[in-house]
């Protein structure tokens, strides 16, 4: 009978302990898929912005400070540290952050949104090799493939490879991959020096802001899902800046 009991009693040990092993394993799919679901929190209001005496809004730029002399090298120097974010590139991503939120500040957007899409479009400027310099233009500069048909859309060259280089077919262009007929419509310039380039970084960004906050307010996750995903329609896409853009702001 002790052996009986003895094997009862292991056997109850036994599921016990699986159903601690399956509820934890599901509480862990479940924080997962939150995460992937949540948009991320919008950290832009904790960017330190330099306090030089300076006027509210963009007045630095029009001394001849450069937008992103607004942003306090302290806190792009840490956060960099924390997140993988080159400097140069966060000072990018932060820079936009400031200007869209006196452009249009009802939208909400974050800078950790626009440095994920960053990250997964060039990794911050620097895909295949390609070195982000302090001037925001990366060498080689970043080319996507032939928009030529041939698993891709067929856009034919609308610029005449003014961006892309390639006078027969558009190709995504930059940091933040934008193609040459959109960036028409939402070509930005960052960097204050008269010309709205989106193979320079600060432009790009920028305008990757103007873009997502055309959907409107984004501090909600329907919202911030939408605005994402018309930047590139998949959902693992969506999943895939939610992800990365939590990541940034537990770093900010």
Known sequence: MRIVRRSWSIAFRVVSIAAVVALAVAVVLVMRQADAA????RFGDSLQVDSAPTTPGLAASAVGAAPTDRI?????ARVSADSGIPVRALLAYASADVTIDAEQPDCGLGWNT??????????????????????GYSVPAIRGPALDGDGFAAIRDTEDGTWDGDTLWDRAVGPMQFIPSTWVKWGADGNGDGIADPNQIDDAALGTARYLCASGNVTGVQNWRAAVFSYNHLDSYVDDVASRANRYAAAG
């Open 38 to 41: 949540a948009p991320p929190p």
């Open 72 to 76: 306090d090298p302290a806190w792009a």
């Open 114 to 135: 626009i440095a994920a899409i960053g990250s997964i479009e060039s990794v911050h400027g620097s895909i295949h090799g390609s070195q982000l310099g302090v001037d």
